[in-house]
């Protein structure tokens, strides 16, 4: 992802710029169509990928993602005050990875899975968390997902959305 591992800092993120570079990353492996797997806000890339790609992905699998920030009651200005706040402070995501991921973490997530996501989210920069924290608000993809031609398959979305707007079968 942009800003994350050796990519290059980013100042700005939108998810046009981070599907371009899905499908960048796809071209140069060579990959004309793949199954995309996204959790959270790994799933809303996976979403957009395949809105602006539509070519391009064979399926998604979702997981703890949604198709719209907030639609779980999360309010945009107090998740990134709570997010950005100890980077405002001076630490680093290292310093808080246990912290933030405890507080999503689903229930059963064996001492193993925390220990690794807790080491990934860890290694990312406290810039390219920023900009990711910062973009978060702006994913909204309700109105695309019926004209979705790849099957969709989500984990604990959001009940609520598919009562409001609903799916066709296939991506259900």
């Known amino acids: 992802m942009l800003g994350y591992g050796a990519s290059d800092v980013v100042e700005t993120l939108s998810y046009q710029r981070i599907a371009d570079a899905v499908v960048q990353l796809l071209d140069d492996l060579g990959v004309a169509r793949a199954t995309l797997v996204g959790e959270s806000f790994g ?4 979403l957009h990928t395949a809105i602006h790609y539509p070519d391009r992905d064979a399926r998604l699998v979702l997981t703890n993602t949604s198709p ?14 709570a997010r950005l706040g100890p ?8 310093d808080f990875a246990e ?6 973490a689903g229930p059963g997530l064996s001492d193993e899975a925390m220990k690794m996501r807790v080491a990934a989210f860890g290694r990312i920069s406290a810039v390219a968390l920023r900009v ?5 608000p702006s994913n909204d993809v309700r109105g695309h997902l019926a004209a979705s031609e790849a099957p ?9 959305f598919i009562s409001e707007h609903p799916l066709p079968e296939e991506v259900k």
């Open 152 to 160: 969709i398959r989500f984990n604990e979305l959001v009940p609520d």
């Open 68 to 81: 719209a920030f907030g639609m779980d009651g999360t309010v945009a200005e107090e998740l990134q005050a």
């Open 99 to 104: 912290a933030v991921l405890a507080s999503i």
């Open 132 to 136: 990711a924290i910062e973009c978060l």
């Open 87 to 94: 980077l405002d402070a001076g630490q680093q995501p290292s």
């Open 43 to 46: 799933g809303m890339h996976a």
